[in-house]
């Protein structure tokens, strides 16, 4: 095939390395690119969610946050979350990740440690409002970095790793919680103040040091030696037709290249879906196990292992996803366990706390397992430097659509019950569910034409169209 020509035009085949140098240049990769990426998500997750710590360790009373307040609070944060993570990316593209990333993260460390000192309602809506502004950029930013390093199957495995960032910050948050309480009065400030903080000291320690972790883009890496990043090349060009399906010109042809692409509005609704229950979860846990019957400090300590247990869940199936190379099923399973688990607490009236607090656990397993998925099988199925920036942003952003609703919808006056928020947690899980048969019907599909040579046509294209296709390229085949 023609297309086979000019994959084989790029210089030797990535095979001509040996088994042993291609996992040594992943194993280089994993460490210099993973460790400071990790850390940063989970203290932007942590600065995120801890306000769910500070509301039921005093803030609540101190500034009046009855009603739908507290709600609102979290809502404001995702209005300039959604609308500037394009953007972001945009600006993402043109300049050097080590200083990009820690600008955003001393930002929003700031604003943190204000929120420790804010002494009115209006004063905390409009610190979380910026919030939003600086932590907009993080994931997209992430997930667009990242994945120009691995080949689409080594990619899912990594990303849940990555997304237990989450879990993990929100068990952290928890612990860090509950032995923040003890300060409660320590210089005249109580208790909740502290846990904003210290936990906004320690994001703007991490974030000046960072500086010197966070590695460049691939051509640019300082990590690699001109032999690796060479090696790094031709592996990437040999998988999914890369040295052909690419899009390194941002054109007019590119921006309806990237803008009618079905897969890119799947795979954010896909993601809004799956993605309220890892939310709820995080804004509304500590509050729903304190109606348990424990008190404060132990219903912080019972969301430890809740957290647990789904950071155990993300990495098997991550595991399993990349050894089938199969994505579909496992948002499947995951859509399934949460369900079951959304089911038992909407009729929470005739179980014992045990059960109702083991349906928490199949809630927050089935939906941390999903996001990193649907994050992971959208990246697998787009191709070319802007593609990836537009489709991770544009995911991301209609995404957290999911936040604003799970803000919204567990209400304070529907407490224990809270019928509204687990109702309409699931009715969102299976839209997400819905969105990936649909997805996956299309890709099969698509790849089964590109099979028969029925999109071969578009090779006719003129030559700065069919260098700039990126995914759209016949060669290309999509992950299922």
């Not at 993973?34 to 039921?56: G, Q, V």
């Not at 910026?130 to 990242?146: N, R």
């Not at 320590?186 to 502290?194: F, P, V, Y």
């Not at 060009?237 to 290249?257: C, H, I």
Request: aromatic fraction near 14%.
């Amino acid at each position: 095939m023609s297309n086979d020509k000019e994959a084989e035009s790029v210089g030797p085949h990535p095979g001509v390395f040996d088994a042993h140098a291609e996992r040594r240049l992943l194993r280089k990769i994993d460490l210099h690119l993973w460790p400071i990426l990790f850390l940063i998500y989970m203290l932007s997750f942590l600065d995120r969610i801890n306000i769910s710590n500070a509301r039921i360790q005093g803030m609540t009373e101190e500034l009046d946050l009855y009603g739908n307040r507290f709600n609102v609070a979290l809502f404001v944060y995702f209005v300039p979350y959604i609308l500037l993570e394009v953007p972001s990316n945009m600006v993402f593209t043109k300049v050097k990740p080590e200083y990009y990333l820690p600008s955003l993260m001393l930002s929003w460390a700031i604003i943190n440690m204000c929120m420790g000192f804010v002494q009115t309602y209006e004063g905390l809506v409009v610190l979380r409002f910026f919030l939003g502004i600086f932590e907009a950029g993080v994931l997209p930013a992430i997930v667009y970095l990242a994945s120009m390093y691995y080949k689409r199957h080594e990619f899912q495995t990594r990303m849940s790793f990555f997304f237990c960032s989450t879990v993990i910050g929100g068990a952290f948050g928890g612990l860090l919680a509950y032995a923040i309480a003890s300060l409660d009065g320590r210089n005249g400030l109580s208790g909740w103040r502290w846990i904003f903080i210290i936990e906004g000291a320690a994001t703007a320690v991490v974030a000046i040091v960072s500086v010197f972790f966070i590695v460049d883009w691939p051509e640019q890496c300082r990590f690699l030696t001109p032999e690796e990043k060479k090696h790094l090349e031709l592996r990437l060009a040999d998988d999914g037709a890369g040295s052909v399906a690419r899009m390194d010109t941002l054109n007019k042809y590119a921006y309806r290249r990237i803008l009618t692409d079905w897969k890119v509005w799947l795979g954010a609704i896909v993601y809004l879906g799956v993605g309220i229950t890892g939310y709820a979860t995080t804004f509304f846990m500590p509050t729903i196990l304190l109606e348990f019957g424990w008190t404060a400090r132990a219903a912080q300590v019972h969301t430890i292992p809740v957290y647990a247990v789904a950071a155990m869940g993300m990495v098997i199936v991550a595991y399993f996803s990349d050894m089938f190379k199969h994505r579909y099923g496992f948002i499947i399973l995951g859509c399934s366990i949460s369900t079951v688990g959304y089911g038992m607490l909407l009729c929470q009236d005739s179980l014992s706390s045990d059960a109702k607090y083991a349906a928490v656990f199949l809630v927050s397993l089935g939906g941390f397992i999903c996001p990193p998925v649907a994050l992971g099988w959208l990246a697998n199925n787009v191709a070319g430097h802007w593609k990836h920036a537009f489709a991770s942003a544009i995911q991301v952003a209609l995404g957290n659509i999911a936040g604003i609703a799970a803000a919204l919808v567990y209400r304070q006056d529907e407490a224990p019950h809270y019928r509204t928020g687990y109702g309409t947690s699931v009715a969102f899980v299976w839209v997400g569910g819905i969105a990936a048969s649909l997805l996956f019907a299309g890709m099969l599909v698509e790849n089964r034409m590109r099979d028969a040579g029925k999109r071969n046509s578009r090779l006719s294209h003129p030559r700065e169209e069919l260098e700039n296709m990126g995914d759209y390229h016949p060669s290309f085949r999509f992950t299922l």
